[in-house]
């Protein structure tokens, strides 16, 4: 198995484990992070965001497969299934990670996935209505910074 195929089968583990400081290890020390909801992140904040997903997990399982990598690219598909704590929902997200390698390290992390589905899942008759909407993902990736930030801000004292 390709190193990098390695980093991103011990990456999906630690996640599967809620482990988010084992998560961590794996990003580059420049590392940037984006999804539908959390859009642009640094290191720092992509670890917070790690951190604080891991840490408020309920009903939370994750499986993952097709992982491939070269020296410069990877992906891997991975689900899902956890309580959306606005909602008390139950969410099954099914998403498509791209990633690039520097150092042995992910440099770079784009996860995909189906909004819209999502949406219906986590905000229900909301989600159904608006969840096509730039209008609805934008109050998502909102209140996705503005609870990151809050998380961050709480761990920093």
């Known amino acids: 198995m390709h190193p990098n195929a390695q980093l991103i089968t011990h990456f999906y583990e630690a996640f599967a484990r809620l482990d988010a400081a084992a998560m961590a290890e794996c990003y580059h020390a420049e590392a940037t992070f984006t999804d539908e909801a959390f859009v642009n992140l640094n290191r720092e904040q992509t670890v917070a965001m790690w ?21 410069a690219r990877g992906k891997a ?14 969410v099954q997200n099914i998403i498509d990670a791209e990633l690039e390698f520097k150092d042995g390290k992910i440099w770079k992390h784009r996860d995909h996935f189906n909004f819209y589905r999502w949406s219906r899942q986590a905000l229900g008759p909301m989600g159904a209505l608006l969840g096509w909407s730039s ?10 910074a503005k609870g990151l930030k809050a998380f961050m801000a709480k761990q920093a004292r």
């Not at 840490?55 to 990598?69: C, H, I, Y």
């Open 77 to 90: 598909h991975w689900e899902a299934v956890y309580l959306f704590s606005a909602t008390g929902r139950t």
């Open 135 to 144: 209008f609805l993902k934008n109050k998502i990736q909102t209140e996705a």
């Open 51 to 71: 951190t604080m997903l891991c840490s408020r997990a309920k009903n939370f399982s994750l499986t993952f497969s097709d992982v491939q990598a070269d020296d």
